[in-house]
């Protein structure tokens, strides 16, 4: 089995709008805590600006004091007050002085300046609430008081007012440049963020983008089906809508692959997305999962019977012949359905199914679509049970069995040979078919231990078939077993060591198995042929297959496919089909087997038409070993 979509799990992931949403968020909340740190900044440096320079200018103001106070000591002991106005007045250069003045030793006004009007001022040295060498700082105004000392006499005292205005101004001005140039680095940073933001966020949306696209068909890939089938079960499971999941894979792909080239492969695909697109509704999504397998996503607004049109619409919409590969190549599609929540009830469960289906729609023949239904699981538990069964089988070999259908030659109905056909009766699951066999053990790897048993057990059997006439043994090869690069050293080893020449050996291949090993097989099949071994092509006429490269092997028996031979002679179809068919192998010297003839009159038929060997039921069927012994050894008496 392939693997199932849904391994990178099921838990719809946030969508790239809700990422969006909360990168913008964090990028928010990161630009206001970066400004409030900022902010934070240049208060606490406005905070220690204001401390500082309120301790230098009372320094500065406490100089300036004993300074006046000095000088104008003399103008007071004289009481010359102009002189002492004059000397006052000089404080004008000092810009914060709102005013001074002199009391007496009595404390009652002597000079006074101020810069404009201070109808406020103490008029009496007790009206400052100061004396002797006092200051006192308030928010609004700075006032200091100095002793007017001469002689080690106490002649007056000095007392200045000052705002704290310019002070207030030089903070301001501080701070405003401080948030200034904050508000301009945040804006600049907040630009920066959001441009790189803005790159990150293309990146991320075309790394999202290439993420979930497909690179040949620019469909949605396996995320991208993964991430909307959960969104879409989410929503039905909110809303009560029905989903279905069709599930396609391509029948034939590997032969173009392998013929044409990858090239003309993925424009194959490309061709294959067109026409999936043209036949959807636009709300139904496509998915190419890889390689040739597709899903289709609908959200379910219709009964049964429409769903089973629209399927038919899909798969008939591979029908057209494609020409992307420079001629016309005919790939079918075999589809499952299964429907959430009538079949699953979750995703893994649906990809499931609908795969289920999809193998089942390959295994009735292919070029349909099937719905899922419960039974098949028991089919896949049954596939189970049989590797088990197979497994024990190959290392026992006791249940196993060879049965040998005769061939007769057209012309005079003697025997030429025998078809050996596996026949397996096991204890529990009864009697396994040799399609259901060989099919299980292709999956799970144990179709060389089969094959190799198959082929060691006919040729020993043959080896004892002795008398007048030597009988050929034919044994089927399925494709996993030609691409085993240690098959020709495996056959030409059965071949000696059971004493059975290599002309006695027939190997028939389907044009499907000769077709899915183009490469490693031709090399394999001309070494065959050069060491004597006939190699036939089985059931032609029902497979895909290009004449211009089967012409180039080494074939020398073309058995006609019993489909065109069980309506003979009455269908007309099928007597076009057999007569050229005939044509066509003796053209490319090539004996004609017909198989499955069922009557006499399709015998005489296929005797007038030129057939070479016959082989069915009309003749004998399949029988076992020491059957078929008995019939041989009485056909040569
Ligand atoms: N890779 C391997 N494939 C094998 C092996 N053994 C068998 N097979 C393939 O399985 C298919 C089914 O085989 P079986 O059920 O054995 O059927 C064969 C005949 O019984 C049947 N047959 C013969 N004559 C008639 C007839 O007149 N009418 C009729 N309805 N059926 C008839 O045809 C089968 C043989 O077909 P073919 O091989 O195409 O000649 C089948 O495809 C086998 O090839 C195995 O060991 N390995």
């Given at each position: 089995m392939k693997t199932r979509p849904s391994e990178a799990g099921t838990a719809a992931p946030a969508s790239p709008a809700t990422h969006r949403l909360l990168s913008s968020r964090l990028v928010v909340t990161g630009i206001l805590a970066a400004g409030m740190a900022l902010l934070t900044v240049v208060l606490a440096l406005t905070g220690v600006d204001y401390w500082s320079t309120r301790a230098s200018m009372l320094q500065d103001s406490r100089v300036e004091a004993a300074i006046v106070a000095d000088n104008i000591s003399a103008a007071v002991v004289f009481r010359d007050t102009s002189t002492a106005n004059e000397m006052l007045g000089a404080l004008r250069s000092s810009s914060m002085v709102i005013s001074a003045t002199v009391y007496d030793k009595d404390g009652v006004l002597f000079a006074h300046y101020a810069r404009d009007r201070d109808p406020d001022f103490p008029t009496t040295l007790r009206a400052t609430g100061l004396d002797g060498a006092a200051e006192r700082a308030g928010w609004h105004m700075l006032e200091i008081a100095r002793p007017i000392e001469a002689s080690g006499t106490t002649w007056g005292t000095l007392y200045i007012r000052k705002s704290m205005a310019a002070l207030y101004m030089r903070l301001g001005i501080r701070f405003g440049t401080a948030l200034l140039i904050a508000i301009c680095v945040m804006a600049m940073a907040t630009a920066m963020v959001l441009r790189s933001r803005a790159a990150v966020r293309d990146a991320e949306n075309r790394l999202h983008e290439l993420a979930h696209t497909d690179a040949v068909t620019g469909m949605g890939n396996r995320h991208a089906f993964n991430e909307k089938l959960a969104a879409e079960l989410q929503g039905a499971r909110g809303a009560g809508y029905r989903v279905a999941l069709v599930y396609i894979d391509l029948d034939n792909f590997k032969t173009v692959n392998d013929t044409f080239g990858h090239a003309a492969g993925d424009g194959l695909l490309r061709q294959v997305a067109k026409r999936l697109q043209s036949v959807v509704r636009s709300t139904d999504t496509i998915s190419r999962?890889?390689?040739d397998e597709f899903a289709l996503i609908l959200r379910l607004d219709m009964d049964d019977a429409a769903l089973e049109k629209y399927a038919q619409r899909i798969v008939s919409v591979f029908q057209a012949a494609y020409t992307e590969v420079g001629q016309q190549v005919n790939v079918t599609c075999s589809a499952g359905i299964a429907t959430f929540p009538d079949d699953a009830m979750d995703m893994d469960a649906l990809v499931s199914n609908a795969d289920t289906a999809m193998y089942r729609a390959k295994e009735m023949g292919k070029n349909r679509c099937v719905r899922f239904d419960a039974s098949m699981n028991l089919a896949v538990v049954r596939r189970q049970a049989i590797e088990q069964a197979l497994r024990a089988e190959l290392e026992q070999g006791t249940g196993l069995a060879l049965h040998y259908q005769p061939v007769f030659a057209a012309?005079?109905?003697?025997?030429?040979g025998a078809e050996a056909l596996l026949r397996w009766t096991h204890a529990e699951l009864g009697s396994v078919s040799p399609l259901e066999a060989v099919s299980v053990a292709e999956d799970c790897g144990l179709i060389a231990p089969l094959g190799y048993w198959v082929m060691r057990t006919a040729c020993r059997d043959a080896a004892q078939w002795k008398g007048g006439k030597s009988l050929r043994v034919a044994v089927n090869i399925s494709a996993r077993q030609l691409g085993d690069p240690q098959f020709l050293e495996r056959v030409m080893d059965i071949l000696r060591e059971e004493g059975?020449?290599?002309?006695?050996l027939e190997i028939e291949l389907t044009e499907t198995v000769l077709m899915e090993n183009m490469e490693a097989g031709a090399h394999t099949l001309h070494r065959l042929s050069q060491l004597g071994i006939h190699l036939a092509i089985d059931d032609f006429g029902t497979g895909y297959s290009s004449l211009a490269y089967l012409r180039?092997?080494?074939?020398r028996r073309l058995k006609i496919d019993r489909s065109f031979v069980?309506?003979?002679?009455?269908q007309e179809h099928s007597r076009a089909i057999v007569t050229a068919i005939v044509a066509l192998a003796h053209s490319l010297g090539l004996q004609v087997t017909a198989e499955g003839v069922e009557t006499q009159e399709q015998a005489d038929y296929l005797v007038r038409q030129g057939c070479d060997v016959l082989q069915g039921y009309v003749f004998a069927r399949p029988m076992p070993a020491p059957q078929f012994l008995a019939l041989q050894a009485s056909a040569s008496a």
């Open positions: 999962l890889g390689g012309n005079d109905q003697s025997m030429v059975l020449p290599a002309h006695l180039q092997l080494p074939m069980k309506d003979l002679p009455g």
